[in-house]
């Protein structure tokens, strides 16, 4: 018979555990968020992805989407931005999963929970979706 | 115990690599743009003040929840066969998007013992499209930028899902 009073006394153990391990890489994970918005205004970011289309405005797209911080008030109106200055829907759609799935301020967080192996490979098996989707959206639109 | 001591080793190796992380650019944007990484700072701190709390209550609930549920219940369902990986698909869109309240969730299943394709797909799912984000695509784009975007990656989580599966599935990935 499983005692469950137990079980949730040991998982709240853990949790709290977990919780100290991961507080320190989620200060840094802030932290390396504010100084990436103070490097990057949003101004470069859409001078520079917001002048090439195409497969080239695909690839853009999705090398900067990686540097954008991860919070949508961020992120997304840097690619509405990047709609207004004229980039190609390839290259929009590309940028929007790269920052969604690969924002380097997100890693830490993900790390602390589920390990760097886990981290690596969902990286590789992720990496193909900004190219695809965006080489989708730049044949359909 | 030796797998508690390797454990101990990679996360300090983590703290490692992210502190240095953190001092160098912390570090390179007081040298360029001091006015603006303290406005920054500020920003942040105020976030943090109201994540941490409701971070903190998502870990506990999470995983003492997921670890009442039965692993051959997760076994059965969080596998990573074709079926496994579309519940995970569609599942994702209910996980939260903001890490620290989502992945807590996925711990436990991973804990559960959920295999590496159901989680993938589980976690791209709910990155690109948890419930939590879609309004504010909707927000923040024009309409037709959001409906293409959700469109174009709409089948993405799950062939991610496939492809950890086929070249992830035997790989001890889980954290020691």
Known sequence: MLDYKTLVAKEIKQSLRLTLQVLPLIVCGILISAAISALLPPGMVM???G???GVQGILIGGAI???VPGEPFLGLPIAAGLAKAGAGYGGLVAFISSWALFSVTLYPAEVAFLGWRFVLLRSL???FIPLLAGFIAYLIV | MRKEENGNNQLMLVYGVMAALTAALVGAAFAIAPERIVLEINKSYFAMVEVLPAA???IVVATTITALIPAKLIAKWADDRVRGVLIATAAGMLIPCE???GLPVILGLVRGGAGIGF???LLTSSKLFSLMRIPDYFAF???KLAAVFLACALAMPFMSGLLATAVAGHIGWRRQ
């Open chain 2, 119 to 121: 989680i993938v797909a």
């Open chain 1, 125 to 127: 098996v992720n990496l």
């Open chain 1, 47 to 49: 001078k520079f992805g």
């Open chain 1, 65 to 67: 989407g990686m540097f």
């Open chain 2, 141 to 143: 784009l024009d309409f």
């Open chain 2, 99 to 101: 890490p620290m309240l």
């Open chain 2, 56 to 58: 903190m209550v998502s």
């Open chain 1, 51 to 53: 002048s090439e289309a």
